[in-house]
T-cell receptor, first 114, second 113 residues
């Protein structure tokens, strides 16, 4: 089954404690990205990657890091989480060569930073 | 300033009637538009898209209309069903790679039995 898998689904952590949210896709997509969803703001792009070892900032990259060492994985790293990073996070993947250029999303990670 | 706007945070419609969800955008470089549907505790799922070379695209009960001069698109659902109750996001893309999407804030649709 084609899917994007995020882990964990739910996470409560304390300010300053480094954490990583993993994302993996099995569709051989070149493009992957991370979004955060906040009430009234929709989904805002944090970082994206056009292929292995190629990453770039989205609209709200402050406080986040990413890496793309393998095509299937695109982890999101919060080196020193703060309460304003409490949000619902989605990973997505897509392939620009596909007939329908839509992104496939993971199920989301709800992060609470206290 | 939001480049993609969905001015109705919520919409209630009777089952069997038409649902019309609206989306406005400000960036004239956008040339590809999508609608996503999101149920609670799930990720958004793709619903329908339209390229700027078209003004209408249909897929079963779902039709998207694009008015480029007004920078406006709308999603029509006919007939509406209770299973359509979800949050609907409008998204737009304008970069050459066609992968960086800007999302609107979403409209919560409730279809009443």
């Amino acid at each position: 089954e084609a899917q994007v898998t995020q882990n964990p689904r739910y996470l409560i952590t304390v300010t300053g404690k480094k954490l990583t949210v993993t994302c993996s896709q099995n569709m051989n997509h070149e493009y992957m990205s991370w979004y955060r969803q906040d009430p009234g703001l929709g989904l805002r792009q944090i970082y994206y990657s056009m292929n292995v070892e190629v990453t770039d900032k989205g609209d709200v990259p402050e406080g986040y890091k990413v890496s793309r060492k393998e095509k299937r994985n695109f982890p999101l790293i919060l080196e020193s989480p703060s309460p304003n990073q409490t949000s619902l996070y989605f990973c997505a993947s897509s392939s620009p060569g596909a007939a329908n250029t839509e992104a496939f999303f993971g199920q989301g990670t709800r992060l609470t930073v206290v | 300033d939001q480049q993609v706007k969905q001015n109705s945070p919520s919409l209630s419609v009777q089952e069997g009637r038409i649902s019309i969800l609206n989306c406005d955008y400000t960036n004239s470089m956008f040339d590809y538009f999508l609608w996503y549907k999101k149920y609670p505790a799930e990720g958004p799922t793709f619903l329908i898209s339209i390229s700027s070379i078209k003004d209408k695209n249909e897929d079963g009960r779902f039709t998207v209309f694009l008015n480029k001069s007004a920078k406006h698109l709308s999603l029509h659902i006919v007939p509406s069903q209770p299973g359509d109750s979800a949050v609907y996001f409008c998204a737009a893309s304008g970069d050459n790679y066609g992968q960086n999407f800007v999302f609107g804030p979403g409209t919560r649709l409730s279809v009443l039995p």
